[in-house]
């Protein structure tokens, strides 16, 4: 009978670890691109909903109050889109601003006035809204799980990115066309890993660098383990930088080049005040070795892949010249339906209406490629409401997570400020794309964001503060 009590146990405090991990790889696996109508949505979006009944039903009241916070921002964008998606009298819907064309194809139908909603295009909107459900349910599911689990998840979360890149690497030396390309509308010839886009593989794969550092930094029994440990997320850190040289995107570039930096900065010796890690000899051979084997890996990537990356930066792009030449008109849009915008989602529709046409092409616009001003653009003032609480949350979060155990900070911090790092890396790619509206990428966000709630939760201080903080918080938490 004990035996079967601690089997039972031990499946009741495993099993919800399980569950989270078996919806990330599912999101990686069948979430990879931002459009409706990809047919692998068909299972996800069920088994998201599925994952969000099961967290609600098997959650403590303990578990949602952890994460109130981050559950509210969550919910605020999906509020808006709910709202937005709620039919209004003609005598309100018609005195909205831009809507004077739209109001005109009711007369010359022959038809009354409906009633509609604020969004112009609403399956879209709702396509938007079922997309958001994503994050919200890894937030809810990381919630049951203890320390050590959500510890456990940053393993897992690497392993997945390395699985995208390796996947990229075959679609780079491999057929434009070749069977590893899951997606029909892709970046073909670019290596794309488990995504439709290549910019969204490079966000990934920046985001390992500091992924990397933070697995690094654990502490471990051993000076062997740490070793081992070192050695193996450094050889992992020099594979990245063929496979974002591979990917042909130019933002990835600086993104791996910002995601180098901060792992650097996160890094810190998993046996601080235990032992040495090895002598300065050593470690100085052992840096040449990287720096040569980066070298040549590089090498290797240009000629069996022809860097496209390193093409398209020499070359000509109409495609990169197009985003700049949309900004102008994608502002103007945004002062003639501001403050209430356009609807999530609606901005391929709705751009149609407003194409300069000096920019007429046989190119399809799906995204401004600047998910800021999208953003305004689709959710009006609430957008830019949802938007500063978003960055009030990270930026009051981030400055707590600077000043606390500065020395050699805990795991719950060391592994806030990879949440608050992964944040900061998928903000700066929304400026040039939209990495958030795609699934497996939210997915990221959402766990970054419990990584980064589970920090400090109080300011600091003043100097006495802080040491105080420093001896209330045990060193391994």
């Avoid at 995208?164 to 390309?181: D, E, H, K, R, T």
Wanted: glycine share 10%; hydrophobic share 50%; proline share 6%.
């Amino acid at each position: 009978m004990t035996v079967r009590a601690n089997v039972s146990r031990h499946f009741h405090a495993s099993y919800p670890f399980w569950v989270t991990v078996f919806f990330l790889a599912a999101v990686f696996l069948m979430g990879g691109g931002s459009r409706g109508d990809i047919q692998s949505l068909v299972i996800l979006r069920p088994l998201t909903a599925l994952c969000i009944g099961i967290s609600l039903l098997s959650m403590t009241k303990e578990q949602l109050a952890a994460i109130r916070v981050p559950l509210l921002l969550a919910l605020l964008l999906p509020l808006v889109m709910v709202i937005q998606l709620i039919p209004l009298p003609p005598a309100i819907w018609t005195k909205l601003p831009g809507r004077e064309l739209y109001a005109m194809a009711a007369p010359l139908a022959g038809i009354e006035q409906p009633w509609r909603p604020i969004s112009l295009v609403p399956y879209r909107t709702w396509n938007s809204l079922f997309a958001w459900l994503v994050p919200i349910a890894m937030l809810l599911l990381v919630a049951r799980l203890d320390r050590e689990q959500r510890f456990a998840l940053l393993p897992i979360l690497i392993g997945l990115g390395f699985i995208s890149g390796i996947v990229g690497l075959a679609q780079a030396i491999g057929p434009s066309n070749g069977p590893f390309y899951f997606y029909e509308i892709t970046n073909n010839g670019s290596a794309v890993g488990l995504f439709s886009n290549r910019n969204h593989q490079a966000a990934l794969l920046a985001c390992l660098f500091p992924m990397l550092a933070v697995y690094a930094s654990i502490d471990h029994p051993s000076v062997s383990r740490v070793r081992l440990t070192t050695l193996l997320c450094g050889a992992a850190a020099t594979f990245i930088l063929p496979l974002l040289l591979v990917t042909g995107s130019r933002a990835g570039l600086v993104l791996g080049m910002i995601g180098l930096v901060a792992g650097a900065l996160l890094y810190g010796n998993p046996m601080h005040g235990v032992g040495r890690l090895g002598s300065r000899r050593s470690w100085n051979g052992w840096l040449f070795i990287a720096g040569a084997a980066i070298v040549l890996l590089i090498g290797v990537t240009v000629m069996a892949s022809r860097a496209t990356s390193l093409q398209r930066l020499l070359a000509s792009d109409e495609t990169e010249e197009l985003r700049i030449q949309l900004l102008a008109p994608i502002w103007e849009m945004i002062k003639v339906y501001f403050p209430v915008g356009i609807g999530f989602g609606a901005f391929p529709d709705v751009y149609k209406v407003h194409e300069p046409f000096e920019l007429l092409s046989t190119q399809y616009v799906n995204h401004a490629h600047n998910d800021l001003l999208e953003f305004i653009l689709e959710g009006g003032l609430p957008s830019i409401f949802v938007l500063l609480t978003g960055i009030a949350f990270w930026s009051a979060g981030a400055y707590q997570l600077r000043l606390v155990n500065g020395g050699h900070p805990t795991r719950t911090v060391l592994f806030a400020r990879l949440g608050a790092t992964i944040i900061l890396i998928l903000g700066l790619a929304s400026i040039v794309d939209y990495p958030l509206r795609v699934p497996s990428i939210s997915a990221v966000f959402g766990l970054s964001m419990i990584w980064m709630s589970f920090g400090p939760k109080h300011p600091i201080r003043g100097g006495a503060a802080l040491r105080m903080t420093k001896c209330s918080v045990d060193s391994r938490a």
